[in-house]
Nanobody, 123 residues
Framework: QVQLVESGGGLVQPGGSLRLSCAASGSIFSFNYMGWYRQVSGKERELVARISSGGSTKYGDSVKGRFTISGDNAKNTVYLQMNSLNAEDTAVYYC?????????????????WGQGTQVTVSS
């Protein structure tokens, strides 16, 4: 079974920073993409940032210039450095991974989601 373990959420003041981490473990051959989405209650889940195994990145418009995603292929881990946080960044952040992994039906490419970590920006 593949698991995504998230860490780093919490409460931060406006203008502050947080760093999220997400590590994928289990029967993994490689990752194609890993990244972060976020969701506010009552709204659709939106892309925050993602990174490919080749290092190419994509960011949501609202976080460009403030957030930076990086990855460690050897550890199947991604990091999200979040700077200049504001109240609109308050959400549950979900780690996402598109992996080549082993499932009960065999090796294949699958999508996985973490359980989510709360980020609250408030004074």
């Amino acid at each position: 079974q593949v698991q995504l373990v998230e860490s780093g959420g919490g409460l931060v003041q406006p203008g502050g920073s947080l760093r999220l981490s997400c590590a994928a473990s289990g029967s993994i051959f490689s990752f194609n993409y890993m990244g972060w989405y976020r969701q506010v209650s009552g709204k659709e889940r939106e892309l925050v940032a993602r990174i490919s195994s080749g290092g190419s990145t994509k960011y949501g418009d609202s976080v460009k210039g403030r957030f930076t995603i990086s990855g460690d292929n050897a550890k199947n881990t991604v990091y999200l450095q979040m700077n200049s946080l504001n109240a609109e960044d308050t959400a549950v952040y979900y780690c996402y991974a598109n992996l080549r992994a082993l499932s009960p039906t065999g090796w294949g490419i699958y999508d996985y989601w973490g359980q989510g970590t709360q980020v609250t920006v408030s004074s």
